[in-house]
């Protein structure tokens, strides 16, 4: 396997959208009694989060004629993150309304929303890794509900961001500060929203 070819392999395992919906799987099934429950908030969870930046990633596509799954440039992403913010949104707005809610959960989907906002915020001016800083996010609300123990977890940032290297995707100052973005801020957000 050619290193291009690994690399493109990392980094489409490593996709947020795809990271994001599996660790919602992930906390749906934790939370649920039933298969039937899971398969029914997973396909919401898909609906609200993947669909809409999807859709208009599909609608890029038809217009320019290629497709790039990574949205490489920066001003074409900000449509994409605010109709992901928008999903987030009416999910934790429906979480919150649920009466078989957890706190963890209900706290994990306001430091989505606040993250995604901020994370769109700065795309706005610069081009920051949204592959690291969702890969640090996830691995910091790990650590953060699951104990140190978790902390392995910061080490796969290290080929996800030698594969965004590679591809010529970002800069290592990118990198760094998505990585250290998606982690500062999930915690932080974590510990303001469950003492609350």
Same mark, same amino acid.
């Given at each position: 396997?050619?290193?291009?070819? =690994?690399?493109?392999?990392?980094?489409?395992?490593?996709?947020?959208?795809?990271?994001?919906?599996?660790?919602?799987?992930?906390? *749906?099934?934790?939370?649920?009694?039933?298969?039937?429950?899971? #398969?029914?908030?997973?396909? $919401?969870?898909?609906? %609200?989060?993947?669909?809409?930046?999807?859709?208009?990633?599909?609608?890029?596509?038809?217009?320019?004629? !290629?497709?790039?799954?990574?949205?490489?440039?920066? !001003?074409?992403?900000?449509?994409?993150?605010?109709?992901?913010?928008?999903?987030?949104?009416?999910?934790?707005?429906?979480?919150?309304?649920?009466?078989?809610?957890?706190?963890?959960? !209900?706290?994990?989907?306001?430091?989505?929303?606040?993250?995604?906002?901020? %994370?769109?915020?700065?795309? =706005?001016? #610069?081009?920051?890794?949204?592959?690291?800083?969702?890969?640090?996010?996830?691995?910091? =609300?790990?650590? $953060?509900?699951?104990?140190?123990?978790?902390?392995?977890?910061?080490? =796969?940032?290290?080929?996800?961001?030698?594969?965004?290297?590679?591809?010529?995707?970002?800069?290592?100052?990118?990198?760094?500060?998505?990585?250290?973005?998606?982690?500062?801020?999930? #915690? *932080?957000?974590?510990?303001?929203?469950?003492?609350?």
């Amino acid at each position: 396997m050619s290193v291009t070819r =690994l690399a493109n392999f990392i980094s489409i395992a490593a996709n947020p959208v795809l990271l994001l919906l599996g660790a919602v799987m992930v906390v *749906i099934n934790h939370y649920v009694d039933s298969t039937a429950t899971f #398969w029914h908030h997973s396909g $919401y969870a898909a609906l %609200l989060l993947v669909a809409p930046g999807g859709l208009y990633t599909i609608y890029l596509w038809r217009k320019v004629g !290629e497709i790039d799954l990574d949205i490489s440039n920066r !001003e074409d992403r900000i449509v994409p993150m605010m109709l992901t913010i928008l999903g987030a949104v009416v999910g934790t707005a429906l979480l919150a309304r649920s009466q078989t809610t957890s706190a963890t959960l !209900e706290t994990m989907s306001y430091v989505l929303v606040a993250l995604l906002i901020t %994370l769109t915020t700065i795309t =706005l001016v #610069w081009k920051i890794s949204i592959h690291t800083a969702t890969l640090s996010a996830l691995a910091t =609300l790990m650590a $953060y509900f699951g104990g140190l123990n978790y902390t392995y977890f910061f080490i =796969l940032l290290i080929p996800v961001a030698w594969a965004r290297t590679v591809l010529h995707q970002h800069t290592k100052a990118q990198l760094l500060g998505g990585a250290i973005w998606g982690a500062l801020v999930t #915690w *932080i957000l974590a510990w303001f929203f469950s003492g609350r």
